[in-house]
């Protein structure tokens, strides 16, 4: 039996992990960014440098093995949530730019980059299935994950107060497996029904719709220890009728960082020179620049 989390769950354990100073959010400034008929929002985050120290001291590796300090396992009891199934847990962001940020994390050490299955998409559809919100993956640290322990992410929409609840919304046009006016690499699918949802039934054709995104960009599976790995990193967007997945080159624009999110129209900037870079070179090539091809 699966226990999703409910929003009064959320907002609980939220209030009660800041009270206690347990949950750090990363405090922002907001400025929409005009490009390519989407307004992006770019948070400019002046505490980014403290995550990314973090970041720098967890080490990726390809050989299988636990990394020396992992935050999940076990994730800290004041952030936890709960169970989701069997296998998943949910818990909050720690150090949270977005409001209510959840991450779907394996109770068991999987490595990040090995493919995802039917039950983190069961786990990530019973959570997605409480509220509104867009369901996101890191695949691997050249996507923008900061940690090899897997795990999912989601955030409640709208993203913004006013325009679409999703900036990247009006581009995601047509049926798939290319969205005609975005630029950058990608493959896009609609479901015949909402994707989020409890049963198995759901979670299935969720991972179905998401291998046939990898096979379009020549996304497959590569044993490394016995397991199966993703033989290119890629950062997916779920929502409640469409999935997006995006090949990655590079996790960096010079020295901005780009995650799913930043597919989304939404990307997070350490200070106002990078702001300023943004709105230079224009959101867009950023993210054709960390895109693969």
Request: proline fraction near 9%; charge should be neutral.
């Amino acid at each position: 039996m699966l226990g999703p989390c409910r929003w009064a769950d959320l907002e609980r354990a939220t209030r009660s992990a800041l009270a206690c100073g347990a949950l750090r959010p990363i405090e922002t400034e907001q400025v929409i960014v005009e490009d390519a008929g989407v307004g992006f929002l770019v948070r400019v985050v002046s505490s980014l440098r403290r995550k990314e120290a973090d970041k720098r001291r967890t080490l990726f590796s390809r050989n299988g093995s636990a990394p020396p300090r992992n935050p999940f396992l076990p994730p800290e009891p004041e952030l936890t949530l709960g169970e989701v199934s069997r296998t998943h847990v949910a818990v909050l962001n720690k150090f949270n730019v977005l409001d209510y940020h959840l991450l779907i994390v394996t109770q068991e050490f999987e490595h990040q980059e090995t493919l995802l299955t039917v039950g983190d998409f069961r786990a990530l559809l019973a959570c997605m299935a409480q509220y509104p919100s867009l369901g996101f993956y890191n695949g691997g640290a050249a996507a923008g994950a900061s940690q090899p322990h897997k795990h999912l992410q989601l955030v409640p929409l709208p993203l913004t107060p006013n325009g679409p609840p999703l900036p990247m919304a009006p581009l995601l046009a047509g049926p798939g497996p290319r969205c005609p006016d975005l630029p950058f690499a990608h493959a896009f699918c609609r479901s015949s029904g909402p994707i989020a949802g409890r049963s198995i039934r759901a979670a299935r054709e969720a991972h179905a719709l998401y291998m046939e995104l990898l096979a379009e960009l020549d996304i497959g599976a590569e044993t490394v220890e016995g397991e199966p790995r993703q033989s290119a990193p890629y950062n997916l967007l779920i929502a409640s009728d469409w999935m997006l997945a995006v090949p990655r080159a590079a996790e960096r624009f010079r020295d901005i960082s780009v995650n799913a999110l930043g597919f989304a129209g939404s990307l997070f900037v350490k200070d106002p020179e990078q702001l300023a870079l943004i709105g230079e070179e224009g959101p867009m090539r950023v993210l054709q620049s960390v895109a693969g091809r």
